[in-house]
């Protein structure tokens, strides 16, 4: 499956929990850490969502958020992820940040060069990834 989408997590549907439009994903991640997804109900049915089933998280670039990791801040984020930046590559109005996780786990998030000067993001700082629950795309095998 090839996809424009720079994150691509799969990992085991742990939980679901069933609300009146939306429903709650849990997802752990092979590295033991848990991505919370909301999704339609419907969507839930048709992609025939089972705990214990196979999920694949997909994340688009743009919508994770960065954020220095000694902000003071809480976050209404349900998936924080602390991780060390790897990369920065500059753009004319964007940059791309790859932000790794740990060692089976990175994230790439794209933001405005203002965004990069504004935190002074550099290889090796420590950051914290923010993604919605509802910013998150869930797909099956088919």
Do not use: C
């Amino acid at each position: 499956m090839i996809t424009s989408a720079r994150n691509q997590l799969t990992g085991t549907v742990s939980a679901i929990t069933a609300g009146a439009v939306n429903d709650e994903i849990e997802i752990t991640l092979p590295n033991g850490k848990a991505l919370i997804a909301t999704i339609t109900h419907s969507s839930v049915q048709y992609l025939d969502l089972k705990r214990g089933g196979e999920a694949i998280a997909f994340i688009k670039a743009p919508w994770v958020i960065l954020t220095a990791a000694d902000t003071g801040l809480r976050f209404s984020a349900r998936n924080q992820f602390a991780g060390n930046v790897k990369a920065v590559v500059k753009g004319a109005v964007n940059s791309e940040v790859t932000v790794e996780i740990d060692a089976t786990m990175s994230l790439v998030s794209v933001i405005t060069n203002e965004s990069v000067n504004g935190l002074k993001l550099k290889e090796g700082d420590a950051v914290t990834a923010l993604v919605k629950a509802s910013s998150i795309v869930i797909a099956t095998r088919a």
